[in-house]
């Protein structure tokens, strides 16, 4: 049996507190591709806001939780706190272009959803509304909002929120014998760099099952 070793003159080792001494920062690009948490969500006034975050994946089965984390203290995040709702909404390839439109960086009083050209669309059991044109969407009250920290204890400015999945709506077009398919809905994830996406297809799609 051959094993690959890699010489440590290979290795490029660095702390992050120190920099990692590369163009770009790797770690995005490592831990990746990620799903895109576009999260819609209403104020208590009931003005809608709708925005994508980077950070965002699924975390239990049951219940079902999802949590998303923002870099500052965002409309986003404050409307999910004082309320306890969001929704998670799908970004698929023919939606790229306008999820990347509603990480503008536009003032309280703007309307992503007219920005984008999107239809926002009543959730059955929260308040916040889904994008009508995302195949998927995940109604979720929110079971936690926290603030990051370091290893010594310091807060960053740093927040995740998470929440149960209370409704989920599905375009029956990508559901066959019972089975949702992943790739027919063609879903696209962040990956490093300054702009780097990829796309889920039918094309990289391996089975591989867990021993018994």
Not at 4 to 24: K, N, Q, S
Not at 64 to 79: E, H, L, M
Not at 115 to 137: H, I, M, N
Request: glycine share 8%.
């Amino acid at each position: 049996m051959l094993l690959c070793v890699t010489r440590m003159d290979d290795i490029h080792f660095y702390e992050p507190a120190r920099g990692h001494g590369l163009r770009h920062d790797p770690l995005a690009a490592i831990v990746g591709p990620r799903p895109i948490g576009w999260i819609s969500t209403v104020d208590k006034a009931g003005v809608a806001n709708l925005a994508p975050y980077a950070f965002f994946n699924v975390f239990n089965y049951t219940p079902p939780i999802v949590a998303f984390s923002s870099v500052g203290y965002k409309d986003t995040v404050r409307n999910a706190e004082a309320t306890g709702e969001f929704v998670w909404n799908l970004v698929t390839r023919p939606l790229a272009e306008r999820m990347n439109m509603t990480s503008a960086g536009v003032g309280p009083n703007e309307d992503e959803f007219a920005l984008a050209g999107l239809t926002p669309v009543a959730s059955r059991l929260v308040a916040a509304p889904r994008v009508q044109e995302s195949p998927v969407s995940f109604e979720c009250r929110v079971t936690r909002v926290m603030q990051l920290g370091k290893s010594d204890g310091e807060l960053v400015d740093t927040w995740m929120v998470l929440g149960e999945v209370v409704g989920v709506h599905i375009d029956r077009a990508f559901v066959t014998d019972g089975v949702y398919d992943t790739a027919a809905a063609r879903p696209i994830l962040r990956g490093g760099g300054l702009g780097d996406y990829f796309e889920v297809s039918h094309s990289t799609l391996f089975h591989m099952r867990r021993p018994t």
